[in-house]
């Protein structure tokens, strides 16, 4: 079998992170938040759209504004540019989906670009995530709507990260937005599996035993976590992540 290319690797981790398998220790999280941005799309203004994706180097929400996005299109045949709009990607981290290499707390835009924003798992790893909210602000037009996602509760996942959020944080972060709606990714019964999921399977020894384990205890808990989520519907004491709408 050849090996992949870079773009297609890419391709393939933004596809299992919109739709994960249940053998993915997140898949709670991840099903719950691609129920809440495709339920959040009638917020967004009317088409064409102008997006910007911060932190967007796998772009797995891309896939959910088809039908809002003016890509090329056919017209007796001839491509039409003149009706394309425009998704950029920014991250500093470089991929072949990305569009600029820049800094959230620093985005090198004029005021006043997007209709919409996403800001997916990044907030948890910038020093000054306030600076980073004011350029959101800055760059969205009017009315302009930002969707965010960030972790209540997760192991470190890198020596750089600085900060977990709940929702009145969220919403003091915001507070310069208007009709802002902090949403639990799953109840505190679906967090704490979770939680075990990525605890158990990160710390198992001997390694080896990974990806027997990937294939088996995680789907497992991942289903009860499913399930026991039907019955603590209303607490989120243990919510172990949030997304957030937000309008300018």
Not at 26 to 43: D, M
Not at 62 to 89: E, F, H, Q, T
């Amino acid at each position: 079998m050849p090996k992949r290319s870079a773009l297609e690797q890419i391709q393939q981790e933004s596809r299992e992170r919109l739709y994960p398998r249940v053998t993915n220790p997140n898949w709670l999280v991840l099903r719950h938040r691609r129920k809440i941005f495709s339920a959040g799309l009638s917020r967004l203004p009317g088409e064409p759209l102008t997006v910007l994706d911060i932190g967007g180097r796998l772009q797995p929400y891309r896939a959910l504004l088809a039908d809002r996005l003016k890509d090329d299109r056919l017209k007796d045949g001839v491509v039409r540019n003149d009706v394309v709009k425009r998704y950029i990607a920014i991250d500093l981290r470089i991929t072949p989906l990305l569009n600029v290499g820049a800094a959230a707390e620093a985005l090198p835009f004029r005021d006043d670009q997007f209709d919409f924003v996403i800001c997916t798992q990044v907030f948890e790893y910038l020093p000054n995530p306030a600076l980073a909210v004011a350029e959101i602000r800055r760059v969205l037009r009017l009315r302009g709507v930002l969707f965010l996602s960030a972790p209540s509760i997760f192991l470190q996942d890198d020596e750089k990260e600085c900060w977990r959020f709940l929702p009145e944080g969220l919403r003091s972060l915001l507070r310069e937005f208007e009709n802002v709606e902090v949403i639990p990714e799953g109840n505190s019964l679906e967090g704490f599996v979770r939680t075990c999921n990525v605890f158990l399977l990160t710390f198992l020894r001997p390694r080896f035993l990974a990806p027997l384990w990937q294939w088996t205890v995680v789907p497992l808990l991942n289903i009860l976590g499913w399930a026991l989520g039907r019955v603590g519907r209303e607490n989120h004491d243990f919510t172990a992540n949030y997304s957030v709408w937000a309008r300018k």
